[in-house]
């Protein structure tokens, strides 16, 4: 292909992406805007996937039967938007066992936050309403992103997460309005995941390297920095009617900007976590790789089911 086609194929996806249109699997598209959806549509796929660990560890310890099926939903639903996301990510000429083979040899990353412990029962109540809170403010923007498998998988992980986060609310404030102790017991769920929550949307704007960029192609409607504010304010709130505190000597409202001014977030530990030495890293890959190959026989024997159900419809025609 030309140099001058390849250009006037940039000024139409430019055009389209100008006008809020959806790139399709088919269009034409920049090498580097189809790698960086691989980059992080897989990402969000494998965090998914890695994100049923922590709450699948509380299953059979559930309070009540209640607890149990919610939570069993809950992680259902992680499953399914893990399917959603992968499949979404073939369309630009990845495969499924490719994109396994990423996160399997620690080459593709997932969401620092899942490689945090789950201690007490109010783990559960905590990543509901911290976690998916936080999850549901980054996600919503992606349901209008330029991508349009991306974008239309989203609609639906978007109203499950809202589902799931009033779960974890609703878990919560039960505690909080308990005895001391259950109420105790929220608080130390608090303290611990409130800030690596707000390290979930990412480096702050100036240390981000794919912000830019991702902006610019409407894969992203908000930088790290607007989403982390939009977070704490909507937040802080829910955690006055608990009545439980945010773990910020540092945090109050600033009635000159409108917003929650807050303490500075530990980036090293941030980057630790990344780099693979987090509490759990070890752990939730390991458990991930260990799942892959003890099913193997599973894989195989619906492969071989359905070469054999095949061959029986090509005798029958024949």
């Known amino acids: ?132 809170g936080a999850a549901i403010i980054n996600q919503v923007p992606l349901c209008s992103t330029s991508f349009g498998p991306y974008a239309r998988a989203m609609v639906r992980v978007c109203k499950e997460e809202s589902f799931h986060q009033r779960q974890g609310y609703e878990i919560m404030l039960t505690l909080a309005n308990g005895t001391p102790e259950q109420k105790e017991m929220a608080q130390d769920a608090l303290n611990r995941w409130w800030w690596p929550s707000l390290m979930m949307f990412g480096p702050t704007d100036d240390m981000s390297t794919h912000t830019e960029q991702s902006m610019k192609w409407k894969l992203k409607r908000k930088t790290n920095d607007e989403l982390r504010q939009q977070f704490i304010d909507q937040t802080v709130p829910q955690a006055n009617i608990l009545g439980l505190s945010i773990p910020d000597s540092d945090l109050k409202w600033n009635e000159e900007r409108g917003h929650y001014d807050f303490g ?51 005798k029958q025609a024949g």
């Open 1 to 132: 292909m030309s140099e001058k086609e390849i250009k006037n194929l940039e000024a139409i996806f430019e055009a389209k992406i100008a006008r809020d249109e959806k790139i399709e699997p088919k269009d034409w598209m920049p090498e580097k805007y189809r790698k960086t959806h691989i980059r992080q549509m897989s990402q969000h796929a494998h965090s998914e996937i890695v994100g049923m660990l922590p709450e699948g560890n509380w299953i059979t310890r559930a309070p009540s039967l209640r607890r149990k099926v919610a939570l069993l939903a809950k992680v259902q639903d992680e499953a399914g938007h893990g399917l959603y996301l992968y499949s979404a990510t073939e369309t630009l000429g990845i495969s499924r066992e490719e994109l396994y083979e990423q996160l399997h040899s620690g080459k593709a990353k997932y969401s620092s936050i899942f490689n945090y412990p789950t201690i007490t029962w109010a783990d559960i109540g905590a990543i509901g309403w911290l976690v998916d």
């Open 264 to 314: 500075p977030i530990n980036w090293d530990e941030f980057w630790q976590v990344v780099k693979g030495h987090g509490p759990c890293n070890k752990e939730r890959l390991q458990t991930r790789v260990d799942a892959w190959e003890e099913g193997e026989w599973v894989r195989d024997a619906a492969m071989a089911y359905a070469e054999k159900k095949a061959e029986r419809k090509v």
